[in-house]
């Protein structure tokens, strides 16, 4: 294995390193997996590794999945501890990061025809916190969730931080990213016969432990502010809640999600 010895934080093979802290890596299409976990993930995964980064006094520790990375093509770099911690900003106790190239972009055109039922899809809406999207990607996966569907108000799940949250579980499931949520949900229901249940503090809404979750259903979660907008709560078949004490304004969205997605795969397995 032939470990690239880094001593410049201006080398040019760190550009993308060095470019971890802004949206620049999207338009390149690639992405920073952090941490041995996520990069663990990101391995058994069919992603693309362009290169990986640690700290040379962690080399040995790292030593076989540096092998499997280097093995799938990817250069491997070993800087400093300063050369690193300059990158992120703060000190990174010898872990490692990876850089990747996106998965195909996907529409729900691209999903794959309906294999199983029931299909149990989660669709953000306007979600504009990356930690609240890694979260829910998280939780999506833990629950059996086939597919996530993100509209273009919603950071991208591969974006630095909703990637280090999703602890790497967002490369288990296919995202769709849809320029008019509400339009794409409409599609669904016309292809799937997929009912369309919305999260919302809202008028008109039922206590989820009241609602049937059978079935091929998508889940509709909303922003942190305003919620799911008025067009797609529309064209929702159902809307639920989470009924909570009075004096709490509301449950986080991704706490929410936990819940409903949690109450959806009791269905499943019924």
């Known amino acids: ?23 620049k890596l999207e338009s390149e299409g690639i992405f920073i997996a952090e941490g041995e976990k996520v990069v663990k993930c990101m391995l058994a995964s069919k992603c693309e590794i362009a290169s990986c ?28 501890d300063k050369i690193i911690e300059d990158i992120i900003g703060f000190r990174f106790h010898k872990g490692i990061m990876a850089v990747g190239r996106c998965p195909k972009k996907l529409t729900i055109s691209d999903l794959p025809e309906k294999s199983r039922s029931p299909l149990l899809l989660v669709a953000l809406n306007s979600i504009n916190d990356p930690q609240n999207v890694g979260l829910i990607a998280r939780n999506a996966a833990a629950f059996g969730a086939d597919a996530l569907i993100v509209d273009n108000a919603t950071y991208d799940p591969y974006y630095r931080k909703a990637l280090r949250v999703s602890m790497g579980t967002i490369f288990r499931i296919p995202v ?79 706490s929410a999600s936990a819940i409903c997605l949690y109450a959806a795969s009791c269905h499943k397995t019924e």
Request: hydrophobic residues 45%; aromatic residues 6%; proline residues 2%.
């Open 53 to 80: 980064l640690t700290a040379k006094g962690a080399v040995s520790r790292y030593k076989g999945l540096l092998l499997k990375i280097a093995k799938r093509g990817a250069d491997v770099f070993a800087a400093p």
């Open 176 to 254: 769709s990213y849809e320029d008019d949520l509400a339009a794409s949900l409409t599609r669904l229901k016309k292809k799937y016969g997929m009912r369309i249940i919305a999260a919302t503090l809202g008028r008109g809404a039922s206590e989820i432990s009241k609602i049937d979750l059978s079935g091929d259903i998508c889940f509709v979660f909303g922003n942190e502010d305003k919620g799911v907008s008025a067009r797609v709560l529309k064209i929702a078949d159902v809307k639920v809640r989470i009924p909570i004490l009075r004096g709490v304004d509301s449950l986080n969205v991704a």
């Open 1 to 23: 294995m032939k470990i690239i010895d880094i001593q410049n934080i201006s080398d040019p093979r760190l550009g993308a390193y060095n470019s971890l802290k802004g949206k």
